[in-house]
């Protein structure tokens, strides 16, 4: 699966929504980072290790949210990349007697 940050200007131009969806993608890692920082207890690395309190708890599931909508954000990518390649861009835009 691609990373969001490797995005070309072709793909950018054919799919702007990808520019959005990277910045989403940059906040999730930031959010993942902070908690993570300032739960030092979710650090170990253990996905079985209990949080000790419930703010704790909630940012463990804040994270997991987080890194599974990640995942569907690159599957997202993939997708609308491979779809780019099979349609032709002029068959991607509606007639302009349709607005």
Not at 21 to 26: A, G
């Amino acid at each position: 699966m691609r990373s969001l940050t490797d995005l070309t200007p072709t793909e950018l131009g054919d799919n702007p929504e990808l520019g959005v969806l990277q910045v989403l993608d940059r906040v999730l890692d930031i959010t993942r980072f902070v908690l993570t920082a300032a739960h030092p207890q979710l650090r170990s690395g253990d996905p079985s290790a209990d949080p000790i309190d419930l703010e704790a708890f909630a940012a463990r599931n804040v994270i997991i949210a987080a890194h599974a909508l990640q995942e569907v954000l690159g599957l997202y990518r993939d997708a609308t990349s491979a779809e780019s390649r099979w349609i032709r861009p002029a068959a991607r835009h509606p007639p302009d007697d349709e607005f």
